[in-house]
């Protein structure tokens, strides 16, 4: 028996799934307080605090931060996940990736950096950034 969808619209915000179509292109950045999907191309960063996935077709230009992630398509920036990122055989990414975990199908292929262990590698990371940032201020 399949199971009715009850959800009325504004209830619990936390269960959309967004969905950036293929063929669809944004520029600008995108904050999701859920799970999303890209299957278009977006140009600019992202930041979701639920899952993130990346269709074969899908295309970022621009950081990405996240809890979770599952890349098939590509992406050209810096990528921040708190937990597993998961790279599809069809994946690619140029620059560089901090993760808690990280599971990679062969095939796939990413150029950049990448450090993994938890919550110490963002974290370190970031007073990285900061203290360059000073400097050149």
Known sequence: MA?????T??????QAINILGEGTIIKGDIAASSDIR?????IGNLEAKGRVVIGP???????VKCNNVEIAGFIKGKVTVDE???MKASAKIEG???AGKLAVEPGATFTG???MGGSSAPAKEDAKEKTLYNQKN
């Open 84 to 86: 597993l990122l998961n």
């Open 38 to 42: 890209i299957d278009g191309q977006l």
């Open 96 to 98: 560089d990736i901090i």
């Open 113 to 115: 950096t990448c450090a």
């Open 9 to 14: 619209f504004g209830e619990t915000p936390d």
């Open 3 to 7: 199971k009715q969808n009850t959800r």
């Open 57 to 63: 077709k899908g295309r970022i230009d621009g950081k």
